[in-house]
Structure formats: C-alpha cells, structure tokens
C-alpha cells in the first residue's frame, strides 16, 4: 500500500451496493487515503437524496479508517484535483463497462494527466450488481437484502414503501 498516494473512487452510490463496498475494501489496501466522492447526481435522477446517500456510504465505509466520504458537485476533475489526489479508482463489473469506462479514463486523462486511473473488479459474487438493478428489484417487491447491506436494505425498503 501506498502510504502517501490519496485516491478518489467516484460515483452517485444510489444506493451502494456489496460491489461498491468490495470495491473500497480492494482500493483501501492499496492507498493510503480513499475518498470516496458522492456525486450530486444532477445528470441523474437518484432515488435517495444526496444526504442519505452520503450517510449510507458512511456507514458501509466506517471499518475502514483510511476511508473518507464527501460529497461533489460540478466537475469530477476539479474535486481530484482539490484533494491532491493521484488516482481515481473505477470499478468495472463486467467487458460492458470497460467500452464507456475506457472512453472516460481517456477524457480524464486529458483533463488531469497527473492523475492514472485505477480499475478494479468487484468478487465474482458481486460483479452482476448494479444500483439500478437493486433500486428496479426492490420497486417490484423483490428481494435484494443480498445484495446491499443491512443498513441499506432498511433504508431501500423504507424508501419504496415496504418493511422490512
């Protein structure tokens, strides 16, 4: 592990899942700080607010102490770059995601060449999950309690209407 290398493992964690936490766990053991960044999610239409998001990273992350969460809002270039960061972590599920995950590495690459991106694979086991197929799952009465943490499936139930 590098003691002094901070990195910054981005994305909108609506909701996190196993894969996103499997994810910090690997990057966590290679870098001697990770933020991971919780995007405003703008581009997107989140099912949790950013607050509750921040607060279910929080709580996925807390066995970690070289783990830190914030929040972001505008240009991803300018949070790494605001946080010395060197590396951004990327995780990749499967050869779909590297096509989009390459052209951004790329695009990042132009906008902040002192930065290298860093992809890492979820466990076998988690390379299926996606946030959008948990958040689709548990809207249609699914079981996605293996998917997420215990945390999290409390606030997802709550969120679509049913108990736990």
């Known amino acids: 592990m590098s003691q002094s290398v901070i990195a910054v493992y981005p994305g909108t964690f609506d909701p996190i899942t196993l894969g ?13 700080k990770v933020i991971v960044a919780v995007a405003a999610g703008h581009h997107k239409k989140t099912l949790f607010t950013l607050d509750e998001r921040i607060a279910m990273v929080r709580e996925a992350c ?13 240009l991803l270039r300018d949070f790494v770059v605001s946080r010395g960061a060197k590396a951004m972590v990327r995780g990749l599920r499967a050869v779909t995601d590297f096509d989009y995950e390459f052209q951004l590495a790329g695009m990042n690459r132009t906008l902040m060449p002192e930065v290298e991106t860093v992809f890492l694979t979820p466990s076998d086991r988690y390379q299926f999950i996606s946030s959008t197929f948990v958040r689709e799952i548990a809207s249609l009465n699914g079981e996605v309690d293996k998917f997420v943490s215990a945390g999290v499936h409390a606030r997802l139930m709550a969120k679509v209407g049913r108990t736990v």
Not at 62 to 74: H, K, L, M, N, T
């Open 20 to 32: 996103h936490e499997d994810v910090v766990r690997r990057a966590s053991q290679l870098f001697g």
């Open 62 to 74: 807390a066995r970690y102490p070289q783990v830190q969460v914030e929040s972001f809002d505008g």
